[in-house]
């Protein structure tokens, strides 16, 4: 890996070995050295550690007044910029024990396509739906801003009509091809997700985005541009279909939950969870895993009668209609000799069902 300075460590150079090595993010932090998250590890850089005056000059160079400011006043700021023509990046800065910190998220110049993503070409059909709610979701780092970004631009290629996304910050640019993109960043253009929602429905969108469903206000306006003749796209940090619909569901008060299921069940048209893991085969790099919920009429009975725990059931036995669960695509996964027995155990939802499966297909 790239040898730097310490004494003459500069921002460009940092990401520019971020970009050179590939790595997804880096981390300036007072007390070690610069260190690249490589392929989900993290890596030092050869630079010497870093002292108070170093991150507090290095945020600096990349960082506006206004958001010095936030970070003086309430301790952190996020933001996205380019690094030229060779990325862009989503910063995060913020105090830790009362020094500066710098968290950068590298977001790549050029949009996989959803077969490089892994996704079935069922997806893909979901994109021309008219309206309905579709749900990225997955922990921290998982892809969900890369899939969402991929699903866009599809539909900026191949559809007539107006999306317009909220984000926080705005990660991928899309320029205006087919459709027209209107990208509006919170904090920036519009104060939250739900300011944000609630004026999308008075700007003629066919396609609205939602960063992240933070909060109910946020998740109301959601299920209501879905149900109004939109197709919405939003992130949850859930795993799993059955969970992300009890994580909407439990975010209502007591009072609203049996109208929220049962306009969930009639907006809700996918719900994709995904985890990024570690290669463990000769291309090396991270693949996703992935557990895919296309909404039929037995689901949609399912999430009006309370009864989600049976949801993982119908994902088993839809394949014909794209369906695929976690823990079905991580076995194919391992068997294929892409990701190790480790994670095959660790990320699946029902380790013991896989076990056992496994012990099948060997004939023991």
Known sequence: MSDIQSQTLEMHELLQVCVDEGASDLHINVGAPPMLRINGSMQPLDA???????TERLMKAITSADNQQKLREHGGSDFGFSF?????FRVSILKAKGNVGVVLR??????????????PPQVKELLFKPRGLILVTGPTGSGKTTTLASMVNVINQERECHILTCEDPIEYYHAHNKSLVTQREIGSDVPSFSEAL??????????ILVGEMRDLETMEAAITAAETGHLVFATLHTTGAARTVDRIVDAFPTIQQAQIRTQLAS???AVVSQLLLARVDAKGGRVAAFEIMITTPSIQALIRDNKTFRIPSDIQTGAKFGMISL?????????AGQISYEDLITKAQEPDGVIQKLQESLGR
């Open 106 to 119: 590298q977001i790549p110049n050029d949009l996989l396509t959803l077969e490089q993503i892994g996704l």
């Open 84 to 88: 030229g023509d060779a990325a862009r």
């Open 48 to 54: 010497g550690v870093l002292v108070p005056e170093d």
């Open 267 to 269: 907006g809700i048209v």
């Open 327 to 335: 823990d079905t695509h991580l076995m194919a996964l391992y068997q």
């Open 198 to 207: 609630k004026r999308a429905l008075r700007q003629d969108p066919d396609v």
